[in-house]
Nanobody, 129 residues
């Protein structure tokens, strides 16, 4: 059984930093996508960043240059380092995992929540202005 368990959320002032962690238990696929999504009240869920099993990353334009997604394969843990936080980053953040999307040039990730089939319970990030 696959479990994704997030931690590291909290409250911080604008300009501050937080690091989210996601421990993946029972996820043994060798080719995969993992990602961070967020959803604020009344808004659609947004793909923040993804990383594939080869370490290729992608980011939403709204977080490029401020957030960094990474993974520690030995610890089966996904991270999201968030710097220069803004009030608009306030949201519930979710860790997700799913298969690669295969195209002519190989496998890749897409920041589309419908393509991820395992989800964590979420961790709240609140940024005060």
């Amino acid at each position: 059984q696959v479990q994704l368990v997030e931690s590291g959320g909290g409250s911080v002032q604008a300009g501050g930093s937080l690091r989210l962690s996601c421990a993946a238990v029972g996820y043994t696929y060798t080719s995969y996508c993992m990602g961070w999504f967020r959803q604020a009240p009344g808004k659609e869920r947004e793909g923040v960043a993804t990383i594939d099993s080869d370490g290729m990353t992608s980011y939403a334009d709204s977080v490029k240059g401020r957030f960094t997604i990474s993974k520690d394969n030995a610890k089966n843990t996904l991270y999201l380092q968030m710097n220069s936080l803004k009030a608009e980053d306030t949201s519930m953040y979710y860790c997700a995992a799913g298969p690669l999307i295969w195209g002519d040039s190989g496998g890749y990730c897409v920041r589309d929540d419908s393509l991820f089939n395992y989800w964590g319970q979420g961790t709240q990030v609140t940024v005060s202005a």
